[in-house]
């Protein structure tokens, strides 16, 4: 009996993770609630927040944070393996050693994002293109590489819930809004890979350049970012007195 190959055992991870899948759609269906049909007015408010720019450009900033996290992760394997000569049991650990970190960085947003959404969202781009930027240019040592795989685990797609809250401020939770939500997020995940293969294509053969269109990714969401949040404080009321002596104030979540 000839021993497995690599591709045998690649195969058998498919099958693990269809199995895995088909258990949670079981769970899914007998564990979580049923949720009502929404209504032709749930529907048509749906629709009418969809025609808000203010609410796609909350989009793009999901479209680009998670564009950037996955610009990066979807090239971890070459980086740890070629760059910092990790061996394959090894990046596998590290690997999912990230998992955990998105985990554990997810259940911290979440205690925030209601609250301090832009801030969570201010401080984990600064914290993905620091971690991508030196991953660009110290991936090659060992300790590096490990600590800013493991960062980025932290500070990638766990601002899920940040950027869920930011789009509900503008387009509610209905499910027409979250879909498309759902959607953008995914798109991201395929277009910071496909930019990342197109930069690598261009630029070199080396996981580097991809930890650098990742953190591309970070400054243009970043700056969507503050675009959205410099427009939001110029447009809010000022407090104003009220003849009876009471206040009228409008707060802007940060």
Request: aromatic letters at 8%.
């Amino acid at each position: 009996m000839e021993p497995k190959g690599p591709e045998d055992f690649t195969k058998s991870s498919f099958y693990v993770l269809g199995a895995a899948a088909f258990l949670l759609f079981v769970i899914s269906t007998v564990a979580l609630p049923p949720l009502a049909a929404a209504t032709q007015d749930d529907a048509a408010q749906d629709i009418r927040n969809l025609r808000s720019p203010r609410l796609w450009s909350r989009y793009l900033v999901s479209l680009l944070t998670v564009g950037a996290a996955y610009a990066s992760f979807s090239y971890f394997t070459p980086l740890l393996e070629q760059s910092a000569d990790f061996a394959t049991d090894t990046t596998t650990l590290i690997l999912l050693g990230y998992g955990l970190c998105s985990y554990v960085g997810n259940l911290i947003v979440g205690e925030f994002a209601d609250q301090h959404a832009v801030k969570v969202l201010r401080f984990g781009h600064t914290l993905l293109f620091v971690s991508l930027g030196l991953l660009a240019l110290r991936g090659h040592v060992p300790a590096v590489a490990l600590g800013m795989v493991l960062v980025v685990g932290l500070s990638g797609v766990t601002m899920n819930p940040a950027l869920v809250t930011r789009v509900a401020e503008i387009g509610g939770v209905g499910n027409l809004v979250s879909t498309v939500h759902t959607a953008v997020i995914t798109m991201g995940v395929t277009l910071g890979t496909a930019i990342s293969a197109i930069t690598i294509s261009l630029f070199g053969d080396d996981p580097a350049v991809a930890m650098w269109t990742g953190a591309a990714f970070a400054v243009l969401a970043a700056l969507a970012l503050a675009t959205q949040t410099r427009r939001t404080a110029s447009t809010s009321p000022i407090v104003a007195s009220l003849p009876a002596g009471g206040e009228q104030s409008a707060e802007v979540k940060s």
